[in-house]
């Protein structure tokens, strides 16, 4: 539905799913914190595999180094 929807416009899709996540075109990491009682937020454009590689591993959860694998083959079947 995303990529049908992507066709002719621009989509911008906030998720916390690795398999949906990897397939974007563009990859960003939205950060939110509070300082002095304020919520902000920060977003981090991600442009090399390793940044995307990282967050999306962040997203899967469980043992870092099983999800960075996990990560990996997700963009990989992407790029492929």
């Keep these: 539905l995303l990529k049908d929807l992507s066709a002719n416009r621009q989509v911008f899709c906030i998720t916390h799913q690795p398999i949906v996540a990897a397939l974007a075109d563009n990859h960003f990491s939205v950060r939110k914190f509070v300082k002095n009682g304020e919520t902000l937020s920060n977003v981090f ?36």
């Design 45 to 80: 454009h991600l442009k090399d595999f390793e940044a995307k590689q990282n967050e999306l591993a962040e997203l899967a959860g469980g043992d870092f180094d099983e999800a960075k694998v996990y990560a990996a083959s997700l963009l990989e079947q992407r790029a492929a």
